[in-house]
C-alpha cells in the first residue's frame, strides 16, 4: 500500500463500530507499519440487534422513536413517540392527527406524518430535507447526514432507518428491530438501498404512500432530557452529547464535562485529545455515590485503563499528542443519573 493512500475501508477495524478508518504511518523508518484510527462521523448508523432487544438499552423505542433516536429519560417506562409528541409547546395546536386516524388516503394521511414530523425537527433542532430517488434505487447517505423512509395507509404509519453499508432497518412497536420483513408470513426479505422502494409498504402497508426525507440530526449521538409531558419545558435539551459508540465519540479537552446515563443500559463515549504529551488524570463524580466504570482506548484500540468496580474513576493515564484516546462510560450499578468526568 503506498504511503501516499490517506484512506481505505476496512471492516471492523480494530474492533470499532464504523466502517471507515484512516491510515497513519509511523515516522520511525526501522519499524515502518501501519496503524488505523477511527474517523468520527457524526451521522453513522449501524445495525445493531443486541442492544435493541427485549430488555435491553432501546427496547421502548417505537418506528418512529427508533428511525429519529428519540429517547427520553424517564425512568419509569412510559414513553410516548408519535410524530408530533417533541414540538415545542406554542406549536400543539399545529399538530395534525396520527393516532389510529382514518385519513381519506394514504397521502393525506403523510401529509399528516410529514407536518408533525416537521414540527418535532424545529424544536430538536435539525432538518428535514425530502429526497427523491431518481431510480430504483436510493443513494447512499452518511457522510453529512442520513436517510429514513416513512410509509403510511389510510390510518397507520411506518419508519425505516438506512445504515452506512446500504441496508435498512426498523422496529415494530416494542418488538427488537429487524434488518428485512417477511412475505406471506415466512419469507425473509432482506432490506437493502436496492429493494427498500419495493418492499418498504408491504402487507397492511401495501399500496400505501411512501416518502423519504434527509435527517441533518446526529445518528446516534445522545437523547433529549426533557420529558414530553414537562409543560415548562418549551425546548427540548441534551445534557453530555456524549455517543454511543466510538465513532459516535464527542471529543473533550482537560477540563469537567457533564454527562448523563440515560436508561439502564445506557453507555457514554467521549475522544479525548490531548493538548501535551504527558500523563492525564481521569476522576468521576456521581451525585448517587454509584460504581462509575471507565475504560480507555488508545488510537488502535487497545485498553490501556480499565478502572471496574471501584467506586468512582480515579486514574491516571499516559497520552500523546495528536492522538485520540477514547473513554468508555457505564454505571456498574445500571442506574440512570448524571455524572462528571474531569481531566487534568
Not at 97 to 115: G, I, K, R
Not at 186 to 200: M, P, R, S
Amino acid at each position: 500500500m503506498p504511503a501516499g493512500a490517506n484512506y481505505a475501508r476496512v471492516s471492523n477495524a480494530i474492533g470499532i463500530s464504523s466502517n471507515y478508518a484512516t491510515i497513519q504511518e509511523y515516522s520511525n523508518i526501522s519499524s515502518m507499519k501501519w496503524t488505523f484510527e477511527p474517523i468520527i462521523n457524526r451521522f453513522f448508523s449501524e445495525y445493531t440487534p443486541s442492544i435493541f432487544s427485549y430488555g435491553q438499552t432501546y427496547y421502548r423505542l417505537n418506528c418512529y422513536g427508533y428511525a429519529f433516536c428519540h429517547i427520553y429519560n424517564d425512568y419509569n417506562g412510559a414513553y410516548s413517540q408519535l410524530p408530533g409528541d417533541f414540538c415545542a409547546l406554542n406549536r400543539k395546536t399545529d399538530v395534525l392527527p396520527v393516532a389510529y386516524y382514518t385519513a381519506p388516503s394514504p397521502a393525506d394521511f403523510m401529509n399528516n406524518v410529514v407536518s408533525n414530523m416537521e414540527l418535532d425537527a424545529e424544536r430538536l433542532g435539525y432538518t428535514l430535507t425530502e429526497y427523491i430517488p431518481n431510480s430504483s434505487s436510493v443513494d447512499q447517505f452518511g457522510a453529512s447526514s442520513r436517510l429514513i423512509a416513512v410509509v403510511t395507509s389510510k390510518h397507520l404509519f411506518h419508519f425505516y432507518m438506512q445504515h452506512n453499508d446500504g441496508t435498512w432497518s426498523h422496529k415494530e412497536g416494542l418488538n427488537p428491530i429487524s434488518n428485512h420483513i417477511q412475505i406471506d408470513g415466512f419469507q425473509k426479505i432482506y432490506l437493502t438501498n436496492d429493494n427498500i422502494q419495493q418492499y418498504a409498504n408491504h402487507g397492511k402497508y401495501s399500496d400505501g404512500a411512501l416518502r423519504f426525507f434527509i435527517i441533518t440530526r446526529n445518528a446516534i449521538l445522545d437523547h433529549p432530557h426533557a420529558h414530553p409531558s414537562n409543560t415548562e419545558a418549551t425546548q427540548l435539551y441534551y445534557t453530555d452529547e456524549a455517543g454511543d459508540f466510538k465513532s459516535t465519540a464527542n471529543t473533550i479537552y482537560t477540563g469537567t464535562t457533564s454527562g448523563q446515563f440515560d436508561f439502564k443500559y445506557d453507555i457514554d463515549y467521549f475522544v479525548f485529545q490531548p493538548s501535551s504529551t504527558k500523563n492525564y488524570s481521569l476522576v468521576s463524580s456521581n451525585s448517587s455515590g454509584d460504581d462509575i466504570n471507565a475504560v480507555i482506548y488508545d488510537k488502535n484500540g487497545s485498553v490501556i485503563v480499565d478502572e471496574s468496580n471501584v467506586g468512582q474513576v480515579n486514574t491516571s493515564f499516559y497520552a500523546t499528542i495528536g492522538n485520540r484516546y477514547f473513554i468508555k462510560l457505564y454505571n456498574q450499578s445500571e442506574n440512570p443519573g448524571t455524572y462528571t468526568i474531569t481531566i487534568s
